[in-house]
């Protein structure tokens, strides 16, 4: 299947390999590994390289898929099952029934910390390294999977492509969440919550937070200098 890559001219300025993969594991171990075992459900974070450039894999979903996500831009995953035995394994599994990816244990570099999606189920996002796209066959299963696409992390990483929205409750200020634009399809909702959580994990020094959701703990810090 050939997969949409959405790429500009931008500075080649993160890489997937070494001192990164290496950084990226430790703080994993060191901060995700909480929530596993009581998550209702678990997606994998497809990192990937398309012709040499680091880049996130995503997904549309079906819009003839039941419930609340249909049409929405995803990660590959889904409710935990009792066979998987952790995070981990409902992320692969999800990879494999939606994308005909089958992946090594040792691609996955570790838990991102577990999110609450719109129901209140806490999903845990499993980071994995895909390596190059052009070496995988990608086989989506049609009744889930719409549309394979890939964005650059520099793309990502543009101020220009990044957005957010403001929130209210009860007629007052409530929360702020992030948005990703100007690519093939927009990523709102939880897949951009985890897609700002990637890019602080990968690029501290280059990603400014937008989420703001006080009496979480969860603010966006000052814009740098």
């Not at 409750?169 to 690519?183: E, H, K, M, S, W």
Request: hydrophobic fraction near 35%; charge should be positive; charged fraction near 25%.
């Amino acid at each position: 299947m050939r997969v949409a890559s959405w790429a500009r001219g931008v500075p080649h300025r993160v890489t997937l390999c070494g001192g990164t993969e290496r950084r990226c594991r430790r703080l994993l171990a060191e901060g995700g590994a909480g929530g596993g075992a009581e998550a209702g459900a678990a997606v994998l974070v497809p990192l990937c390289s398309v012709r040499g450039r680091p880049a996130l894999l995503y997904t549309l979903r079906c819009s003839r898929l039941r419930g609340p996500y249909g049409g929405d831009v995803s990660f590959p995953g889904g409710k935990r099952e009792a066979a998987d035995g952790g995070a981990e394994g409902t992320a692969l599994r999800e990879a494999r029934e939606e994308l005909g990816l089958n992946l090594r244990e040792e691609s996955v570099w570790g838990r991102l910390r577990g999110l609450p999606e719109r129901h209140g189920m806490l999903v845990v996002p499993v980071v994995a390294n895909l390596g190059p796209l052009e070496d995988l066959t990608l086989s989506p299963n049609p009744d889930e999977v719409a549309e394979v696409f890939t964005l650059p992390l520099e793309h990502l990483l543009q101020e220009e492509n990044q957005g957010y929205t403001h929130f209210r409750t009860a007629g007052r200020y409530g929360y702020t969440l992030p948005v990703f634009l100007n690519g093939p399809h927009r990523i709102w909702g939880l897949t951009a919550i985890i897609t700002e959580l990637t890019l602080e994990l990968l690029a501290p020094d280059l990603y400014c937070r937008k989420t703001h959701v006080p009496g979480r703990g969860i603010t966006a810090p000052q814009k740098r200098a």
